[in-house]
């Protein structure tokens, strides 16, 4: 638990976050520091530098504008589970965030070290795909947004140059989507989670978007369960149907000692019914 | 006649802890907090393999870096550290502080680093590079018994530690004699059987503070002052001063505050005989803090006993005999107390029931992992789960009420004293009015109301019941190896202040409140001019320590008894100063006065003041007013109780949430019935945590799965139910004050009652017993396969 030692700037601007990035040897973005730090402890990750960006102006908070919800990357996990724009506007995104972790966590962690870390069973993912969340990321070049759905490549892994940052989340207001989640009861991370969206008009789901958490390298959207739901009537058999195809096809399901990859199968299917009988109350 | 605020008698009521402000604003002293000029920091390597030969160490890189004071491997370190004591008379193999030529599991030190900051010395420990020639891992303990299986200690034939250990009816007291016709008589007439193996799994003790020492050697006086985080300084002298070749005169152990030991820390650890022993070498104070990732490999694990249980009985639920076959996993070495613990657990067979006849074997297995010692129960909550587990599933098998099977087999309240068949004698108990009261608590029949309209809406709910007996207020002297007595001195100071030194090492127990309670009525004075210390020799003149629910029982006890010397020459001062017969005074309000005569009188600070500077001194009488005491009890106490469970499985998940906890406790007479619950709370959330969501889990090459707190879980608020304690007050005859314990109670029936309403919730499945933790996946599978 004794990290490599390593020197530490905090970063007045993104501008100079990113050039901070690019000074050489191996710098390391510190916000929540709630991933990185257990990572250095454990000698996993020995970055030279830590750039603080917890304090830059800006970076932080989640506003309206335009219709769409913008969160700050170094907004935190509490600060999204309490905010009552959220509750309002995009209620599900809010319950994600409230079931990270613990308390302590939630206090320090934030959503834009949560994506860039992607922990396979990170919360985040799953609702942002759903939500069809779109990540703002500046590097040198200059700005760039990319959809969840695409953000995230595998272990570890996302649609992140060395050089960029993510700046912030940005949603369209959605009330008719939910969260469920299996904890795993020492980390409570997501042993599966799935984040679920409907959209309705006349009795009809005009669309439907669902994210899955936990179960593989990263997180992935479930095709095969939206394309079960789109178009349908919405109804007990819809969504019972849509949620029986949860999962089918997948072949690289993690199996650890908390949960078999039989058993994370079987989970898919009843937290996406989960996930979507939520929604489908909220649409 | 000055007038006194009237003093409201404490002893029985609920004063909030006095240690707890200086505690929650970080004002506390921890060892990590004690710096000297000078000092130095060591690392441990460790290795990474659980069973191997060590082939070569490279460390030079480590000692090319600058601020490395030195490295040593194990070998160095032998050559003037001898290896580990124990404190058992049981057959040990040798072990070595640091590992020559084998480890045996994965965490156990290699070598060590001396360096001037933390970070350097951990650095060059990761410089050091070891090679290994790989041997079989021995994991499972039933393996490590049979056939030709890979030997981890040359001396101990297919790894036996110990036994097998016959006990029980039959049985001579030194195991020379075993006649089994009453256990097989047992057997021949009983009507049904019921037989289980069960394991109780292995668990990481995981106190809030890790362990950690300094140890300053000073080597022109010849002494050595060592601060561990550790429940009992006074044992930890004695082993420090055995160790290093100097007198216990020379050494002094202080105990900071300490934060959380819940048994891990009454064993001396080979880090701290390194840290003593390099201080003394290399004559410069030394520092060592255990990390949260070390914690896990190399402070002591918890139980990780196998039971194979037969439960002999009538149709009607009279039991008539228990077999139960134990196999306890020890891990690789014997530490201080280690093999002593699955003893308790023969020892509390006997449960609280008048059972004819038993008979219980006990073999002890080394296998490569981190050693097994006391932790919070210590045996007795394995006992406990064994034999509450099979009476459960008797009662399901005949379907009898739980309560109802208990009670037919209860040890009657006018047989008290009770000698059991294992050896121990209880010392007093009403287990019907504990189960009356938890049935009444819980209102046992509205929850099975409960329980089966809940079914009848499809969901999976179950009841558990579990009695429990333990044995704590751990003494005399013939049931503990280093003395089973405690130590106190008091001292009223000049200005009628009192200042108490006790034997016992709280750190939680929340004993500077309740010994600062007796204090304030035994005289009669405020509860603030009370001071309580403890945790040093160099103040506490002699001592035991803190450990199997003992602190308030005997460490109370001595201190009542030393309190009691002190005012009985108060008196005597008193007495010459009031011209009056010391018999006819009374100790009221700060203030000593002749009975019926409140005005003839003088405060309590002006009669300490006299004692001190007595002119004239009544003859007969020394100045001053201190004195000491050692009680030593006649027996161990054996508090007991009734936990009541209902939990809730999710159908689709296969997640256990447990509705309510019920918790009914005898542990005598209370002090402070706030501390007590506080206790039960504490002892609940690991008798919890264990049936629940805490296991200790191996691969099969002897690495730890379970590593951090990521994998392992500490249990939190949320995981539990607000908790329904109850009471019955019986008091034990071996201590003055009428108390028994209660620091460990709440391990012990929370977790058999548990595991039971989760067998009761999948009783539609067919299931007989699941063990521990309760995994939602096994549980899930369970559901699945009544199913399929």
Same mark, same amino acid.
């Given at each position: 638990m004794i990290p490599t030692s390593f020197d530490y700037a905090r970063a007045t601007s993104l501008d100079d976050a990113i050039a901070k990035l690019g000074a050489g040897g191996s710098a390391k973005l510190l916000a929540g520091g709630h991933s990185l730090i257990p990572l250095m402890k454990l000698r996993l990750s020995e970055p030279t530098t830590l750039i603080d960006i917890a304090r830059i102006p800006g970076l932080s908070g989640i506003t309206e504008k335009d219709g769409k919800i913008q969160i700050g990357a170094a907004t935190t996990h509490h600060a999204v589970a309490t905010s009552s724009l959220l509750a309002d506007k995009c209620p599900a995104l809010a319950e994600t965030a409230a079931t990270i972790g613990d308390p302590q966590v939630r206090n320090?962690?934030?959503?834009g070290g949560s994506l860039a870390h992607a922990d396979p069973a990170a919360d985040y993912p799953a609702i942002l795909v759903a939500l069809d969340a779109e990540i703002h990321i500046k590097g040198k070049g200059g700005w760039r947004a990319v959809k969840a759905s695409d953000f995230f490549q595998g272990l570890f892994t996302v649609d992140l140059q060395p050089e960029e940052i993510i700046a912030g989340v940005q949603v369209k207001p959605q009330k008719g989507a939910a969260y469920a989640k299996l904890h795993q009861r020492a980390s409570h991370f997501a042993i599966v989670g799935v984040g679920a969206s409907l959209e309705v008009s006349g009795g009809t789901i005009s669309a439907a978007r669902v994210g899955l958490t936990g179960a593989s390298t990263h997180a992935i959207r479930l095709a095969a369960v939206e394309a079960a739901l789109a178009g349908k009537p919405l109804s007990d058999a819809t969504i019972a149907a849509a949620a029986a195809v949860a999962g089918d096809g997948l072949d690289?399901?993690?199996?650890?000692?908390?949960?078999?990859?039989?058993?994370r199968r079987q989970m898919i299917k009843v937290f996406t019914k989960r996930a979507l009988d939520v929604a489908r109350a909220r649409a | 006649m000055a007038t006194s605020p009237v003093l409201p008698k404490l002893v029985g009521s609920r004063v909030k802890r006095r240690e707890d402000p200086r505690l929650i604003q970080g004002k506390g002293t921890y060892v990590d907090d004690v710096k000297i000029v000078g000092m130095q920091h060591l690392a441990f390597k460790r290795s990474d393999v659980a069973h191997g030969r060590i082939v070569s160490i490279d460390t030079t890189a480590a000692e090319a870096m600058e601020g490395v004071e030195a490295v040593f491997t194990g070998k160095q370190i032998a050559e003037f550290v001898k290896p580990m004591p124990i404190g058992t008379p049981f057959p040990s193999p040798e072990h070595r502080v640091v590992a020559v030529d084998v480890v045996r599991f994965a965490g156990e030190p290699v070598a060590v680093v001396v360096a001037k900051d933390r970070y350097l010395a951990r650095d060059a420990a990761d410089a050091i590079t070891v090679q290994y020639d790989t041997l079989p891992a021995v994991v499972d303990p039933e393996a490590a018994l049979a056939g030709k299986p890979t030997v981890i200690h040359e001396k101990f034939a297919n790894n036996v530690a110990i036994g097998p250990i016959p006990g029980g009816t039959g049985v001579a007291p030194d195991g020379s004699k075993v006649d089994d016709s009453a256990i097989d008589a047992a057997f021949k007439n009983a009507e049904i059987?019921?037989?289980q193996r069960m394991m109780n799994q292995r668990l990481a003790p995981s106190a809030m503070e890790p362990r950690g020492v300094v140890a300053h050697y000073e080597a022109g006086k010849g002494t050595m002052t060592i601060w561990s985080s550790t429940q009992n300084p006074h044992i930890l002298r004695t082993f420090i001063a055995m160790m290093?070749?100097?007198?216990e005169n020379e050494v002094r152990a202080i105990a900071p505050e300490v934060g959380g030991g819940f048994g891990a820390k009454i064993n001396i650890y080979a880090e701290e005989y390194v840290v003593a022993g390099l201080s003394k070498r290399l004559e410069m104070p030394l520092k060592w803090i255990e990390d949260r990732s070390e914690a896990f490999v190399a402070t002591i694990h918890g139980r990780d006993?196998?039971?194979?249980?037969?439960l002999a009985a009538k149709r009607d639920g009279t039991v008539l005999g228990l077999k139960l076959r134990l196999i306890a996993d020890i891990g690789a070495y014997n530490m201080l107390l280690t093999a002593a613990i699955p003893t308790l657990t023969m020892l509390m067979a006997n449960a609280t029931y008048a059972f004819p006849a038993i008979r219980v074997t006990l073999t002890e297995v080394f296998t490569n992992k981190t050693p097994t010692d006391a932790y919070r129960g210590a045996g007795r909550p394995e006992a406990t789960y064994f034999v509450e587990r099979a009476m459960?599933?008797?009662?399901?098998?005949?379907?009898?009420? !739980?309560? =109802?099977?208990?009670?037919?087999?209860?040890? !009657?309240? =006018?047989?008290?004293?009770?000698q059991t068949h294992m050896g121990a004698v209880y010392d007093s108990g009403d287990y019907e009015k504990a189960l009356d009261k938890a049935l009444e608590t819980a209102n046992w029949a509205q929850m099975k109301k409960d329980r089966d309209k809940a079914r009848a809406e499809g969901r999976l709910v179950g009841l558990g019941l579990s009695m429990y007996v333990e044995v704590c207020g751990i003494g005399p002297s013939a049931s503990l190896p280093t003395g089973g007595w405690e130590h106190a001195q008091v001292t009223i100071e000049r200005d009628g202040r009192i200042t108490a030194m006790t034997g016992a090492s709280p750190h939680g127990q929340g004993n500077e409140t309740t010994f600062a309670q007796m204090l304030a009525d035994q005289f009669s004075v405020p509860f603030e001019h009370i001071t309580i210390l403890h945790g040093d020799t160099g103040v506490v003149k002699q001592g035991i320590g803190t450990f199997g629910s003992r602190s308030q029982a005997v460490g109370g006890a001595a201190l009542h008894m030393a309190g009691g010397k002190v005012k009985s020459k108060m008196a005597k001062f008193a007495a010459a100063l009031l011209e009056a017969h010391e018999d006819d005074l009374v100790f009221e309000n700060g203030r000593i006065s002749v009975k019926g005569a409140p005005a003839k009188g003088k405060s309590f600070a002006e009669v300490a003041s006299y004692a001190y500077i007595p002119v004239p001194l009544p003859p007969g009488l020394e100045p001053g007013l201190s004195d000491e005491a050692f009680f030593e009890p006649s027996n161990n106490t054996y508090p007991f109780g009734c936990h009541i469970s209902m939990l809730e499985i999710d159908r689709q998940t296969g997640e256990p949430t447990l509705l309510r906890l019920v918790a009914v406790d005898d542990a005598g007479n209370l002090i402070n019935p706030l501390i007590v619950e506080g206790q039960i709370h504490g002892g609940l959330a690991q008798g919890i945590g264990q049936a629940m969501i805490e296991e200790v889990v191996y691969n099969e090459d002897g690495q730890l799965l379970t590593g951090s707190f990521m994998d392992y879980a500490m249990p939190r608020a949320i995981d539990f139910p607000r908790f329904e304690l109850e009471k019955t007050v019986t008091p034990t005859p071996v201590n003055p004050l009428g108390a028994k314990g209660c620091g460990e109670a709440g391990t012990l029936g929370s977790t058999p009652s548990i595991v039971s309403a989760a067998v009761d919730a999948l009783s539609e499945f067919g299931v007989k017993h699941i063990d521990m933790m309760l995994r939602p996946e096994k549980l899930w599978r369970i559901i699945q396969g009544g199913q399929a």
């Open positions: 320090r962690g934030t959503i690289d399901l993690n199996s650890d000692i908390h949960a078999s990859a039989d058993y | 059987v019921i037989s290093n070749g100097m007198g006993i196998l039971g194979y249980v037969d459960d599933m008797l009662a399901k098998e005949l379907e009898m009420d !739980p309560a =109802d099977l208990r009670r037919k087999n209860f040890i !009657p309240k =006018d047989q008290f004293p009770f």
